[in-house]
């Protein structure tokens, strides 16, 4: 958002005061630890930048390099770190039940799993009160397809263009953005009209989208369906908020097609929308099953599902069950994500921040016309860059480009959307107002 005229040497901002050094550190150099993901790890695996950094440590929302030095993570590892990274009440609780009991299998008690089930029911309404838990967002979705489709006797399922739910068989299919498939996965999976208030043929008019969906089911079915599946704010696909008044009058169709409602809150969830614990409460629906991932163990492996005792019953037909899934340490790791969650407000906190950050990324886009869209709920925010507002033209490189400089100067962001032009704003929920100000600080010196 350079304008003309002005001066390109970017001034380092002020970082708020951190009190923390990290150790020393000894290990090998990042050009080694680059050689050797090159050669050993999959050539799948991408990063956002041209010098990925070399991350040692990490502290509440800062991530240090080798040479000690601090960047503010305002990714927070794809929105994954909930209350920041290594929250000391999270560490101690995972040290602990590691020395008493690393494994156990689902054929023995265990209170770590039931107390951590027992508190994930409490935040969730109605009657959704049975967990069954996985070891990532994926594994949930896919377990939350299979209940609705052995729990209706159907097998076709609704999902978002756009969407990610995740990168197994099933899930593949419900994701719909052509870079994220494979196209050997034949899914049973239908694709409905994003709702999207920026790119979307109706703009903000949630109903005028909800009507896609009774087509989709109309035309593309026998007229029952398994389920629907959506995210409240779509992550990957670019921060995008459905537009109001559409997830209730979709549920409403589904449920007639006598299809299941099903939340993926794998990056909405946990208190990350500040408005509500929930994404899809802020929408002011229930749904019939919700998934979980990401943010329920601040970075350690877990997943959720959690449905109601009739509905969860339809598992009881054949032995199910996955090796890790519930492992005591992840599950003592949640309970405690959760009591940090509320002893240190951080639900309230990404509201309060987050409508601040948002109050001055707007602000930018009226002065820079580079930023072509500013939206998102709390600590879970997008900024879309174009190179015409009229065309909304996606600024693909200039996106890279910022997001360069930006880490050379200390702030990480992520980027997605369909056309990698959203930068991604999802830190760790103890975000303050300084560390908004050391980032909009940087967006308008760019
Ligand atoms: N659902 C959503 C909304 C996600 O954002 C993701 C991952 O980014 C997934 C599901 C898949 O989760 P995981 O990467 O843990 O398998």
Not at 42 to 58: A, E, I, R
Not at 146 to 162: K, V
Not at 381 to 397: I, N, S, Y
């Amino acid at each position: 958002a350079q304008k003309e005229g002005d001066n390109n040497d970017v001034v380092v901002p002020k970082m708020p005061t951190f009190d923390y050094s990290p150790p020393p550190y000894t290990g090998p150099s990042a050009e080694e630890i680059l050689s050797k993901r090159k050669q050993y790890l999959s050539p799948s695996l991408f990063h956002f930048y041209n010098k990925p950094l070399n991350v040692v440590d990490g502290r509440m929302q800062y991530l240090f390099d080798e040479t000690g030095r601090r960047y503010l993570d305002a990714f927070g590892g794809i929105a994954t770190v909930c209350c920041g990274h290594c929250h000391p009440d999270v560490v101690d609780t995972i040290v602990n039940q590691t020395k008493r009991l690393q494994h156990s299998t689902v054929l023995y008690l265990n209170h770590a799993i039931s107390d951590f089930a027992e508190a994930l029911a409490s935040k969730l309404p109605g009657n959704l009160k049975v967990v069954f838990f996985t070891n990532s967002g994926t594994e949930a979705n896919e377990l939350a397809m299979m209940i609705a489709r052995l729990y209706t006797g159907c097998h076709d399922i609704i999902s978002l263009r756009n969407a990610y739910h995740g990168n197994a068989a099933g899930t593949m299919g419900a994701t719909a953005q052509s870079n994220w498939k494979f196209n050997v996965i034949q899914s049973g999976v239908h694709h409905a009209l994003n709702p999207d208030p920026y790119r979307g043929v109706f703009g903000s008019e949630g109903e005028k989208y909800a009507k896609d969906v009774q087509d989709l089911i109309q035309f593309g079915t026998s007229g029952n369906i398994a389920g629907f599946i959506s995210e409240a704010i779509q992550g990957v696909g670019g921060i995008i908020e459905l537009a109001p008044g559409y997830l209730p009058a979709v549920y409403s169709t589904i449920k007639k097609a006598g299809g299941l409602c099903i939340a993926d809150e794998v990056q909405a969830g946990f208190a990350r929308t500040g408005s509500h614990f929930w994404g899809f409460e802020g929408h002011g629906v229930v749904p019939d099953i919700v998934t979980m991932a990401k943010g329920i163990g601040n970075g350690i492996p877990l997943g959720a599902v959690v449905t109601t005792p009739e509905i969860a019953e339809v598992l009881t037909r054949r032995c199910y069950f996955n090796t890790f899934g519930g492992n005591p340490v992840c599950t003592a790791a949640g309970l405690a994500v959760l009591k940090v969650i509320e002893k240190e407000k951080l639900q309230e906190n990404a509201f309060v921040v987050g409508s601040y950050l948002k109050e001055r990324l707007t602000a930018l886009k009226d002065k820079y016309n580079l930023i072509g869209d500013v939206r998102g709920r709390g600590l879970m925010l997008g900024v879309e860059l174009v190179t015409d507002r009229k065309l909304q033209t996606p600024a693909k490189l200039e996106t890279l480009h910022v997001m360069d400089r930006m880490k050379e100067i200390g702030v990480l962001v992520g980027k997605g959307g369909f056309y990698g032009n959203v930068f991604r704003i999802t830190p760790p929920l103890c975000f303050t107002k300084e560390d908004a100000d050391a980032m909009d600080y940087t967006l308008a010196k760019m």
